[in-house]
């Protein structure tokens, strides 16, 4: 009798997992389609494509200028409180940059 119970039990379950899937797929259906309408309806726009990258472009370009100058400026900041620290290898790597910075300087 327990036996029986449990199935009908797994049964229901998997009836009900199989109608929960269901509904998923159509509601993932539904999605693609209302993104595929708005990104249609998006290109058919030229100017403002355009516009958008253009603008999209702009603010990659600045964040990625920020971004380098903030990461360049820690570095710089790290390898002087280093150099304080009179680490022997850290001195001579310093020094080795600033020889090739200043041989650049003088090529020039």
Known sequence: MEKEEKVSSIDEQLSQFAKLVQRLENTIC??????VAEYVEFMKRPKRVLYFNLVAGISR??????GATAIAALFIYV???LAALNIPWIGKFIADITWIVQNHLRLR
């Open 61 to 66: 370009g600045f964040g990625i200028a920020i």
């Open 79 to 81: 390898l002087g409180k």
């Open 30 to 35: 539904e999605i693609e389609k209302g993104y």
